[in-house]
Nanobody, 124 residues
């Protein structure tokens, strides 16, 4: 069974940090680009960051540039999202997703598998 499981969410004060992890099982993570997305009630899901199969290409939505960093450890079948200087507007359920297309980059569409999400709440 192909699974993506997110972890690391929680409650943090503004200005704080969290590290989200996306662990894959049942498939070889090396063969997938990975994206992180977030969604709040009443809003469309938003692509936050993505990373190519080999990690050479990364992308970030403008609102998180300079604060979030995506990385991957294919040996551990895990992709991380390091989130610093968190703001209340970062509050959302964060999802990771896998894209099996082999084009050397990453994107926020065409994902094949999704995790169930982890809640991040930024509040004082």
């Amino acid at each position: 069974q192909l699974l993506l499981v997110e972890s690391g969410g929680g409650l943090v004060q503004p200005g704080g940090s969290l590290r989200l992890a996306c662990a894959a099982s049942g498939f070889t993570l090396d063969n997938y680009a990975i994206g992180w997305f977030r969604q709040t009630p009443g809003k469309e899901r938003e692509g936050v960051s993505c990373i190519s199969r080999n990690g050479d290409t990364t992308r970030y939505v403008d609102s998180v540039k300079g604060r979030f960093t995506i990385s991957r450890d294919n040996a551990k079948a895990t992709v991380y999202l390091y989130m610093n200087d968190l703001k209340p507007e970062d509050t959302a359920v964060y999802y990771c997703a896998a894209d099996r297309r082999n084009y050397g980059g990453c994107a926020y569409s065409g994902m094949d598998y999704w995790g169930k999400g982890t809640l991040v709440t930024v509040s004082s």
